[in-house]
Protein backbone atom coordinates (compact mmCIF):
# COMPACT_ATOMS: atom_id res chain seq x y z
CA UNK A 1 0.00 0.00 0.00
CA UNK A 2 0.76 3.32 -0.68
CA UNK A 3 -0.99 6.68 1.06
CA UNK A 4 -0.32 10.30 -0.10
CA UNK A 5 -0.65 13.59 1.65
CA UNK A 6 -1.13 16.84 0.06
CA UNK A 7 -0.14 19.75 1.43
CA UNK A 8 0.18 23.38 1.12
CA UNK A 9 -3.19 24.47 -0.68
CA UNK A 10 -4.46 27.78 0.36
CA UNK A 11 -5.49 31.58 -0.97
CA UNK A 12 -3.75 33.44 -3.81
CA UNK A 13 -4.30 36.31 -6.23
CA UNK A 14 -4.68 36.44 -9.66
CA UNK A 15 -0.94 36.42 -11.27
CA UNK A 16 0.47 34.98 -8.11
CA UNK A 17 1.74 31.48 -6.73
CA UNK A 18 1.13 28.85 -4.86
CA UNK A 19 3.12 25.42 -4.18
CA UNK A 20 1.09 22.09 -3.50
CA UNK A 21 3.28 19.06 -1.96
CA UNK A 22 2.72 15.30 -2.60
CA UNK A 23 4.58 13.00 0.25
CA UNK A 24 4.18 9.16 -0.18
CA UNK A 25 5.19 6.51 2.40
CA UNK A 26 4.36 3.27 2.28
CA UNK A 27 5.35 0.65 -0.55
CA UNK A 28 6.60 3.56 -2.37
CA UNK A 29 8.76 1.21 -4.77
CA UNK A 30 5.86 0.18 -6.74
CA UNK A 31 5.09 4.07 -8.08
CA UNK A 32 5.54 4.21 -11.41
CA UNK A 33 4.49 7.90 -12.03
CA UNK A 34 2.81 10.62 -10.10
CA UNK A 35 -0.12 12.84 -11.45
CA UNK A 36 -1.67 15.89 -9.93
CA UNK A 37 -5.36 16.58 -10.64
CA UNK A 38 -7.93 19.23 -9.69
CA UNK A 39 -11.64 19.15 -9.33
CA UNK A 40 -13.86 21.62 -9.37
CA UNK A 41 -17.82 20.92 -8.07
CA UNK A 42 -20.02 19.59 -10.58
CA UNK A 43 -16.83 18.78 -13.12
CA UNK A 44 -14.63 15.93 -12.99
CA UNK A 45 -11.81 15.48 -12.45
CA UNK A 46 -8.87 16.94 -14.42
CA UNK A 47 -5.27 15.85 -15.18
CA UNK A 48 -3.17 18.69 -14.35
CA UNK A 49 0.75 17.49 -14.60
CA UNK A 50 2.04 14.28 -14.23
CA UNK A 51 5.73 12.45 -13.76
CA UNK A 52 7.73 9.76 -14.54
CA UNK A 53 9.63 8.09 -10.96
CA UNK A 54 11.98 6.67 -12.32
CA UNK A 55 13.08 8.96 -15.53
CA UNK A 56 11.29 12.23 -14.19
CA UNK A 57 9.74 12.89 -17.59
CA UNK A 58 6.95 15.54 -16.89
CA UNK A 59 4.17 16.08 -18.81
CA UNK A 60 1.24 18.73 -18.49
CA UNK A 61 -2.39 19.80 -19.49
CA UNK A 62 -2.24 23.10 -22.08
CA UNK A 63 -4.32 24.46 -19.99
CA UNK A 64 -1.59 25.03 -17.19
CA UNK A 65 2.12 24.20 -19.82
CA UNK A 66 4.00 27.04 -18.94
CA UNK A 67 3.07 27.99 -15.89
CA UNK A 68 3.00 24.55 -13.46
CA UNK A 69 5.95 22.84 -12.74
CA UNK A 70 5.68 19.73 -11.59
CA UNK A 71 8.65 17.87 -9.77
CA UNK A 72 9.72 15.34 -7.29
CA UNK A 73 12.11 14.72 -4.41
CA UNK A 74 13.18 10.88 -4.76
CA UNK A 75 15.11 10.96 -1.10
CA UNK A 76 11.54 12.50 0.51
CA UNK A 77 9.29 10.73 -1.45
CA UNK A 78 7.96 14.01 -2.47
CA UNK A 79 6.55 15.55 -5.62
CA UNK A 80 5.73 19.52 -5.59
CA UNK A 81 3.39 21.18 -8.14
CA UNK A 82 4.07 25.08 -8.19
CA UNK A 83 1.54 27.26 -10.00
CA UNK A 84 2.83 30.23 -11.18
CA UNK A 85 0.73 33.03 -12.57
CA UNK A 86 -2.41 31.72 -11.12
CA UNK A 87 -5.36 32.42 -12.57
CA UNK A 88 -9.45 31.98 -11.19
CA UNK A 89 -10.07 29.77 -13.47
CA UNK A 90 -7.01 27.57 -11.65
CA UNK A 91 -9.32 27.23 -8.15
CA UNK A 92 -9.91 23.85 -7.39
CA UNK A 93 -9.55 21.06 -5.35
CA UNK A 94 -5.76 19.46 -6.03
CA UNK A 95 -5.16 15.24 -5.78
CA UNK A 96 -1.67 13.70 -6.45
CA UNK A 97 -1.98 10.63 -7.26
CA UNK A 98 -0.19 7.26 -7.81
CA UNK A 99 -0.11 5.31 -10.88
CA UNK A 100 1.21 1.61 -9.40
CA UNK A 101 0.28 -0.44 -12.57
CA UNK A 102 2.99 -3.10 -13.35
CA UNK A 103 4.70 -3.28 -16.72
CA UNK A 104 5.93 -0.61 -19.01
CA UNK A 105 3.52 1.99 -19.78
CA UNK A 106 2.50 5.47 -21.01
CA UNK A 107 1.61 8.07 -18.44
CA UNK A 108 -2.08 8.02 -18.02
CA UNK A 109 -3.83 11.21 -18.07
CA UNK A 110 -6.95 9.56 -16.53
CA UNK A 111 -7.86 9.13 -12.98
CA UNK A 112 -8.34 5.46 -13.77
CA UNK A 113 -4.88 4.98 -14.41
CA UNK A 114 -4.60 6.04 -10.67
CA UNK A 115 -4.99 3.32 -8.15
CA UNK A 116 -4.11 5.71 -4.64
CA UNK A 117 -5.20 9.42 -4.03
CA UNK A 118 -4.34 11.85 -1.29
CA UNK A 119 -7.22 13.55 0.59
CA UNK A 120 -6.73 16.92 -1.50
CA UNK A 121 -6.08 20.06 -1.16
CA UNK A 122 -7.99 23.06 -1.91
CA UNK A 123 -6.71 25.97 -4.36
CA UNK A 124 -8.67 29.34 -4.18
CA UNK A 125 -7.73 32.26 -7.12
CA UNK A 126 -9.26 35.48 -6.03
CA UNK A 127 -9.41 38.25 -9.26
Known amino acids: QVQLVESGGGLAQAGGSLRVSCVAS????????MGWFRQVPGKEREFVAG????????YYADSVKGRFTISKDNAKNTVYLQMNSLKPIDTAVYYC????????????????????WGQGTQVTVSS
Open 97 to 116: AADRRPGYHALGYGPRDYDT
Open 51 to 58: IMWSTGST
Open 26 to 33: GRTFSIYA
